[in-house]
């Protein structure tokens, strides 16, 4: 059975920091390709950072420098530093395993205020 879950959500201030984890069991963790998504109140879900299997990542420009992937294969868990936060970064983060298919977690939520 394939879990994803995430953690390290919670509520900051501007120019605060936190960490969310994404533990993953089920999966042959090292062949799959991690992506952090993210959806904001009445927004859609939008890809913010990808990890590959060869630790090749790509974010989107709104996160660029201040947001940082990165995964422990021993652990099948990925990071994602996310520094300097703003307002415009509240919204409930996803983590995404994806290889031939789609595994999903329930989502984490992130509020960072003015």
């Known amino acids: 059975q394939v879990q994803i879950v995430e953690s390290g959500g919670g509520s900051v201030q501007a120019g605060g920091s936190l960490r969310l984890s994404c533990v993953t069991s089920g999966i042959t963790f090292s062949l799959y390709t991690i992506i952090w998504y993210r959806q904001r109140p009445g927004g859609s879900r939008d890809r913010v950072a990808k990890i590959q299997p060869d630790r090749y990542t790509h974010y989107v420009d709104s996160v660029k420098g201040r947001f940082t992937i990165s995964r422990d294969d021993a652990q099948s868990t990925v990071y994602l530093e996310m520094n300097n936060l703003k307002p415009e970064d509240t919204a409930v983060y996803f983590c995404?395993?994806?290889?031939?298919?789609?595994?999903w977690g329930q989502g984490v939520q992130v509020v960072v205020s003015s």
């Open positions: 995404c395993a994806t290889l031939a298919e789609d595994f």
